[in-house]
Structure formats: C-alpha cells, structure tokens
C-alpha cells in the first residue's frame, strides 16, 4: 500500500522559486530560514481555512534532502497552528 492509497498527500515545493512554485515579484522569494517557516506557516494557515474538513486528520510532515531543516522549522511552526485549532503536527 501506498501513502497516496491511505493517507491525503499534500505536496509542496519549498521554499518559493524551488520544484514548479515562483514568484513575479523578486520580494517573494525567502532570503533565510525565517522566511521560508513563515511563508509556509501562512500557506498551512490558508490552506486549513479553505479546506478546513482536512482539520479533523492527523498532520504528518515529511521531506528529503535539505529538508530536515525546513521539516524542523515547519513542525515548530505546526504547534501555533495546532493551538489555533487545526491539525496537530507529527514529525
């Protein structure tokens, strides 16, 4: 079995400009790791209010390569989101 047969699977390319995800404007792209927690703790922010039947699931984060420093920052991150009210975070 599959994680895409069990599990919603959401893929992001980040941070901004890396994998299909640009900016047309030179300020969107993240210039250190602060950056690129707060551009996707605003992304899950977003994307939990539009689709927020996804609220109720458990939140995994995984990643490769470089990402074990944005998948750290992004689980820290998952905690301001867990105490608004979405999903909690698992690493």
């Given at each position: 079995?599959?994680?895409?047969?069990?599990?919603?699977?959401?893929?992001?390319?980040?941070?901004?400009?890396?994998?299909?995800?640009?900016?047309?404007?030179?300020?969107?792209?993240?210039?250190?790791?602060?950056?690129?927690?707060?551009?996707?703790?605003?992304?899950?922010?977003?994307?939990?209010?539009?689709?927020?039947?996804?609220n109720q699931?458990?939140?995994?984060?995984?990643?490769?390569?470089?990402?074990?420093?944005?998948?750290?920052?992004?689980?820290?991150?998952?905690?301001?989101?867990?105490s608004a009210?979405?999903?909690?975070?698992?690493?």
């Amino acid at each position: 079995m599959t994680w895409t047969q069990r599990y919603s699977v959401l893929y992001v390319d980040q941070p901004v400009g890396t994998g299909f995800s640009f900016t047309d404007d030179e300020a969107g792209y993240a210039r250190n790791l602060t950056d690129v927690g707060r551009d996707m703790l605003e992304f899950l922010q977003q994307f939990f209010t539009l689709f927020d039947h996804y609220n109720q699931n458990e939140f995994y984060i995984t990643g490769e390569s470089y990402a074990g420093a944005y998948a750290v920052l992004n689980a820290r991150n998952g905690t301001l989101i867990d105490s608004a009210g979405a999903p909690s975070c698992v690493l």
